[in-house]
C-alpha cells in the first residue's frame, strides 16, 4: 500500500509538515473532551489517549482515509481522547469500563449539541475499543479508534514510520515499565462483578493479578 501523505512526502492534506503532526483538533467539542479526560483521569492515561488519537490520524493517512466522506477528525478525536473516561473517577464502575466510558461521552457530545447519529458513533466507538476482531468491522470511526489505541500499547500493526513515532512519544511520553491503564482496568474491574464480565479484558486482567496474589 502507498504511503499517505504525511508519511510519504512531509506534506498531509491539511497543509501542515511533518513537523507539525502533533497539532490537535480545536473547538468547543475537541476542548470540552480534553477537559474532561484531564480533570478525571491520570496523566498517563491521558497521554496515552492523546497519542491514541495522533496515531489514528497517521494510520487514516496511512490507508488513504482523510478524504473518506467517513473521516471526521472531530468525532475521532472525542472517540480517541474519551475512550478511557471508564477508567476515571466519574465512572461508576456499575458496568465494563468501555461501556461507562462511552456513556460519559455521549453526554459530553450531547451538551455541545452533537447529532445524535454521530453521538452513537462515537458511543460505538468508545465501548467496542478493546474488542480485537469486532472493532475494525464496525466503521471508519470504530476502526481508527480500535488501531489508535493498540497501536499506542504496542499490540497490533503499526505503519507509522519511526520518525513519525519517535515525535509522537516526545511530545507526551510513555514511562517505562508504566502500567497505569492496566492497573486502572484492575481496579475498576474489582468494583462490581458487572464491571468485569467474564470473557472481558478486564476480568482477564483481574483473575491474572490475583492469582500473581496481587492487592486491589
Not at 465501548?127 to 504496542?154: E, K, P, S
Request: proline letters at 5%.
Amino acid at each position: 500500500m502507498a504511503l499517505g501523505p504525511l508519511l510519504h512526502d512531509g506534506q498531509s492534506p491539511y497543509g501542515r509538515i511533518v513537523n507539525d503532526i502533533l497539532i490537535l483538533p480545536t473547538g468547543p467539542l475537541a476542548e470540552a473532551s480534553l477537559a474532561l479526560a484531564r480533570s478525571s483521569e491520570s496523566q498517563p492515561i491521558v497521554d496515552h489517549s492523546i497519542r491514541s488519537f495522533l496515531f489514528a490520524r497517521l494510520l487514516a493517512d496511512h490507508e488513504g482515509c482523510l478524504n473518506d466522506v467517513a473521516y471526521d477528525e472531530d468525532l475521532l478525536f472525542a472517540a480517541t481522547v474519551m475512550h478511557d473516561l471508564g477508567l476515571g473517577e466519574h465512572a461508576p464502575g456499575q458496568a465494563r469500563f468501555e461501556v461507562e466510558g462511552a456513556d460519559l461521552a455521549a453526554a459530553v457530545l450531547r451538551t455541545q449539541g452533537v447529532a445524535e447519529t454521530d453521538v452513537d458513533k462515537v458511543w460505538e466507538a468508545i465501548a467496542l475499543h478493546a474488542c480485537i476482531g469486532i472493532a475494525d468491522r464496525r466503521g471508519l470511526l470504530t476502526y481508527l479508534t480500535h488501531r489508535g489505541v493498540f497501536i499506542d500499547i504496542g499490540q497490533t500493526e503499526d505503519p507509522v514510520t519511526n520518525q513519525l513515532r519517535q515525535e509522537v512519544f516526545n511530545a507526551y511520553p510513555r514511562p517505562a515499565g508504566d502500567r497505569s491503564i492496566a492497573d486502572a482496568i484492575i481496579k475498576h474491574a474489582a468494583r462490581s462483578d458487572a464491571a468485569a464480565p467474564r470473557g472481558s479484558l478486564a476480568a482477564e486482567l483481574l483473575r491474572e493479578h490475583r492469582e500473581a496474589g496481587g492487592a486491589i
